[in-house]
């Protein structure tokens, strides 16, 4: 090991550095000089805190019974999730609680090979239905609900899955104290993906011998890849998965500017339901232009669609109304459709 030959100051460099550039900005931290901002309010800050946690710390005040509950979700939620909470075609929240799942605190489903997987067998904290429910649904209004209405919704959703009573009343007491099927069942010793598979996010420290470059990757096992198209042009722009291409979408010309309708169906969210290429929950792009191509009044009837929703055209999945988008972009948006759907 050689010896420092550098004179005692000099090694005193980091901390003179960091009193020079530290100095002002706590001086800043006491008094704001460029009058930029504000304080937030306790109204706005109530209004980002809203998370609630296992043991149901942030859990408003209030309360709602199963009965309240199946009222609301016959009309604002068995259209979409089916009238016992059974149907898949967006996600079923019902179903899989097996006889004596309870008492073991093991979804005895989720360890087979064909595991179902709904609030009832996954969840290990009632608490997370309910914050899922007030920040999530219903999907195309969601952060409606009354916190009451959110009390009477959680309870009916854990009735249809054999975990409440039909005379139950839930508030921000009795929530958290709900034992769920699956309170024991959640592991960290298993692959994300896999089945078997080695954990994703456990390692020990490397203390010697490291690696000397560490390159971050990330993959979907190819029975995921496909199943929803390719990810990069879908609602996954924000969150990238890197380094895999899925699906077959011709590669992007570098340089040249994503199209206008492209941009609009990714900022109103249509791509949660259209993939261009592929049906998603309801047809691709591509598929309704080449439907109506050359059609007159194409354009002014599809307007008029998309601003009322409804089923019965590509099957009986409903699309919510999308009256609450500028009627302007309604009509960008299906010129592009007729279009052909360039993504750029
Ligand atoms: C327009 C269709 C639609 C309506 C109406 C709707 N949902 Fe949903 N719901 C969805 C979709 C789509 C998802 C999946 C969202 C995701 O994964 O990003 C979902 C997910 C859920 C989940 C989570 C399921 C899981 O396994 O994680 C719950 C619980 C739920 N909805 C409850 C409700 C309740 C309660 C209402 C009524 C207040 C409601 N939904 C209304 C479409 C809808
Ligand atoms: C929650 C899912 C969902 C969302 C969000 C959604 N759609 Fe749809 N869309 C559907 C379904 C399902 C159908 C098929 C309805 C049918 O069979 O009649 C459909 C059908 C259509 C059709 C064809 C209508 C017809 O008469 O053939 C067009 C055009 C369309 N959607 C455009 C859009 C646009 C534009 C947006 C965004 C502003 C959007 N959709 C958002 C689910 C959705």
């Known amino acids: 090991m ?34 930029l901002g504000r304080p937030a309010t306790p109204q706005e800050i ?30 604002q939620c068995a259209s979409c999730h089916g009238t016992f909470g059974e149907d898949n075609q967006y ?11 309870l008492e073991r605190g093991r979804a005895a489903s ?30 195309a209004r969601s952060k409606t609900l009354t916190a009451d209405e959110t009390y009477a919704l959680t309870a009916y959703v854990l009735h249809l899955n054999d975990i409440l009573p039909a005379d139950a009343t839930l508030d921000e ?34 203390m010697s ?9 990330s993959e979907l096992p190819a029975h995921a890849r496909d199943s929803h198209g390719d990810l990069s042009e879908q609602v996954r722009s924000f969150a990238p998965i890197r380094g895999v291409r ?19 169906a990714k900022r109103f969210a249509c791509v949660a339901c259209h993939g261009v290429d592929q049906k998603v929950v309801g047809p ?12 007159s009044n194409a354009e002014t009837r599809l307007i008029a669609r998309v601003r009322a929703g409804g089923a019965g055209v590509w099957g009986p999945v409903p699309m919510p109304p999308q009256a609450h988008l500028p009627e302007e972009d309604v009509k960008t948006l299906i010129q592009w459709i007729l279009a052909g759907s360039p993504t750029q």
């Open 2 to 35: 050689s010896r420092s030959i550098e004179p005692r100051w000099l090694r005193l460099r980091p901390l003179c550095a960091a009193l020079v550039l530290g100095l002002p900005w706590l001086a800043l931290g006491a008094e704001p000089r460029f009058g």
């Open 46 to 75: 109530a209004g980002w805190d809203i998370d609630v946690r296992p043991d149901g710390q942030g859990l408003p005040k209030g309360s709602g019974s199963v009965a309240r509950g199946q009222e609301l979700y016959d009309a």
């Open 91 to 101: 996600m079923a929240i019902a179903g899989g609680v097996q006889q004596g799942d």
């Open 110 to 139: 989720l360890a087979t090979d064909s595991p179902i997987r709904t609030v009832g067998t996954r969840l290990n904290h009632a608490t997370t239905l309910w914050d899922y429910i007030h920040r999530a649904m219903p999907f």
């Open 173 to 206: 007491k009795s929530l958290p104290a709900v034992k769920m099927p699956n309170r024991n069942g959640f592991t960290t010793d298993h692959g994300f993906m896999r089945k078997g598979g080695a954990p994703d996010v456990r390692n020990t420290a490397c």
């Open 209 to 217: 011998n490291c690696a000397t470059r560490v390159t971050l990757t």
């Open 246 to 264: 899925v699906g077959e979408a011709p590669a992007k010309a570098s340089g040249s500017a994503p199209s206008p309708g492209f941009e609009l």
């Open 284 to 295: 691709g792009f591509r598929e309704i232009g080449t439907k109506y191509k050359g059609e």
